[in-house]
Nanobody, 125 residues
Framework: VQLQAYGGGLVQGGGSLRLSCATS????????TSWFRQAPGKEREFVAA???????YYADSVKGRFTISRDNAKNTVYLQMNMLKPEDTAVYYC????????????????????WGQGTQVTVSS
């Protein structure tokens, strides 16, 4: 399974961006796909996740501003980010795991075996 994240960029505070995570290979094995982010000098942190069923999870810091969704026909997961803040500045990574290995801790980076390469999001004040 391969993941490719794209869509990052520079945006002013209050603006919007949409990230995409395209999966290829044995994508049908994937049970959950998530977005994490890592700012300079900080730990990688959970942002949002979506299960194959459509169930979604969000970090408290992005609830009401970010929306995760999926297009199964395109094997792509999206992260719509609205009302962006300077503190959202980070490299955003998509991650995925298959049903055989998923342990339920969607918020832990160690839960995921498959990662994309990351896309930079910079929000200016």
């Amino acid at each position: 399974v391969q993941l490719q994240a794209y869509g990052g960029g520079l945006v002013q505070g209050g603006g919007s961006l949409r990230l995409s995570c395209a999966t290829s290979g044995r994508s049908f094995r994937l049970y959950i796909t998530s977005w994490f982010r890592q700012a300079p000098g900080k730990e990688r942190e959970f942002v949002a996740a979506i299960q194959r069923s459509g169930t979604t999870y969000y970090a408290d810091s992005v609830k009401g501003r970010f929306t995760i969704s999926r297009d199964n026909a395109k094997n792509t997961v999206y992260l719509q980010m609205n009302m962006l803040k300077p503190e959202d500045t980070a490299v955003y990574y998509c991650a995925a795991e298959g049903v055989e290995d998923y342990g339920g801790s969607y918020y832990r980076a160690t839960e995921y075996d498959y990662w994309g390469q990351g896309t930079q999001v910079t929000v200016s004040s």
